[in-house]
Each structure stands twice: as structure tokens, then as C-alpha cells.
């Protein structure tokens, strides 16, 4: 049964300290998402790959976010430094070409203290 | 710029009851809708998707309509379970643009439904 795998699904961390998380898209999907869900914003794009190649990263905060896809199998988000207003659930999601089904990992919920 | 808005936020009703759920969107230009399931502390689960040349789908008891030109979609879920219960997120596959931006799905903040029994 093909799933969207990320880990950690939590991690607790000191504000400052680098945190990744990793996400193993579904195999042949061409398309890979990363969202940030809090309560008062809901889902927030924050990075959007095709064929491994960024696409869309605006929603990202550049001086401490960054995603990327160094192979066809992993994707990361990685913060440095973290801040508690980072703390979310952070989700990935795959898909196959721009007409498809988007599937989502069960999230990294982080919190950073 | 798309928004996409779900009302009512949250939706309380008795077991056996049919409901309606409501998703608009600003921009028509999309590719496709698609409604989600997510239970408490879980990931998002696809429930249906409705490509932007459709009228509708269905699974189950669920019915998903798409009305383009009004931006507007419904999730019609029938005879209504405890099990059912969970948050419903809309989101809309935006088109890239003549600027060439991303084909992203951009989501609503969702039904929080309560089924009670």
C-alpha cells in the first residue's frame, strides 16, 4: 500500500537548534508539497517541487527555511535557526502531474521551546 | 490571488442525518477540487476529486458537486455516522498563470463536523 513517509512524527527541539525533517514521496510521483498546519493559519504552502526541481518556495521564510530534494526518493525541510513560532505540523505531500490526487504523510509535529 | 473559504466551521448534527458542506473559491481558473478528511492529530485523507471539466463525483455516500463558474463545491455526505466525525478541508489545484506560477493546492480551514450518536 503506497504512502507518504515522513519522519520524525514529532520532535521537540531548543529554539536556535537546526531541525530536519525528511519525507519519502510516493515512487513515481513527479510533484512534492510541503505544508504548515496551525490553528489560527490552517494549510500553508511552503515549498512545491516538480520533477525535483523547486517550483514554488514564497511561502517559505528564506533566511531560516530551506527544502530541498536531493534525490527522487527523499525530499527535506530544514530549519536553522528554529524559533517557537515554528512550531506547527508540518506535512508532505506527492503527486503524479498536475491533474492528479495529492497524497499526504501523516506530519512532523514539531515544537520548539 | 485564490482564497478559498469553507462555512460553516464547524457543524454539529445527530447520527443519520444528511448533510451539506460548502467550499468556495475566488479564482475559476483551477485545475481541479479536491475534499480531504483529517481526523485529530492525523494526516489529510483524500476523499474525492473532481476534475474542473466535472460535475460531480461520488464514493460511498459521499457526493462531491463542482460549480466552476460560481466557484463553488459541496460535499453531500448521506446518512451521517459517528464515524464520520473528523475536520473536512476543500482545496483547489490553482493553474499556472501567463506569469508562470505554481500549480499549487491551495486549501480552506475546514468543517469541523461532530456526528453524535
Known amino acids: 500500500d503506497a504512502r507518504v513517509t515522513q519522519t520524525p512524527r514529532h520532535k521537540v527541539t531548543e529554539m536556535g537548534q537546526e531541525v530536519t525533517m525528511r519525507c519519502q514521496p510516493i515512487?513515481?510521483?513527479?510533484?512534492v508539497f510541503w505544508y504548515r498546519q496551525t490553528m489560527m493559519q490552517g494549510l500553508e504552502l511552503l515549498a512545491y517541487f516538480r520533477n525535483r526541481a523547486p517550483l514554488d518556495d514564497s511561502g517559505m521564510p528564506k533566511d531560516r527555511f530551506s527544502a530541498e530534494m536531493p534525490d527522487a526518493t527523499l525530499a527535506t525541510l530544514k530549519i536553522q535557526p528554529s524559533e517557537p513560532r515554528d512550531s506547527a505540523v508540518y506535512f508532505c505531500?506527492?503527486?503524479?502531474?498536475?491533474?492528479?490526487?495529492?497524497?499526504f504523510g501523516q506530519g512532523t509535529r514539531l515544537t520548539v521551546v | 490571488k485564490q482564497e478559498v473559504t469553507q462555512i460553516p466551521a464547524a457543524l454539529s448534527v445527530p447520527e443519520g442525518e444528511n448533510l451539506v458542506l460548502n467550499c468556495s473559491f475566488t479564482d475559476s481558473a483551477i485545475y481541479n477540487l479536491q475534499w480531504f478528511r483529517q481526523d485529530p492529530g492525523k494526516g489529510l485523507t483524500s476523499l474525492l476529486l473532481i476534475q474542473s471539466s466535472q460535475r460531480e463525483q461520488t464514493s460511498g455516500r459521499l457526493n462531491a458537486s463542482l460549480d466552476k463558474s460560481s466557484g463553488r463545491s459541496t460535499l453531500y455526505i448521506a446518512a451521517s455516522q459517528p464515524g464520520d466525525s473528523a475536520t473536512y478541508l476543500c482545496?483547489?489545484?490553482?493553474?499556472?498563470?501567463?506569469?508562470?506560477?505554481?500549480?499549487?493546492?491551495?486549501f480552506g480551514k475546514g468543517t469541523k463536523l461532530t456526528v453524535n450518536p
Open positions: 505531500a506527492s503527486g503524479f502531474l498536475s491533474r492528479g490526487r495529492a497524497f
Open positions: 482545496a483547489v489545484r490553482v493553474r499556472r498563470n501567463s506569469r508562470g506560477g505554481s500549480e499549487k493546492l491551495v
Open positions: 515512487l513515481g510521483h513527479n510533484t
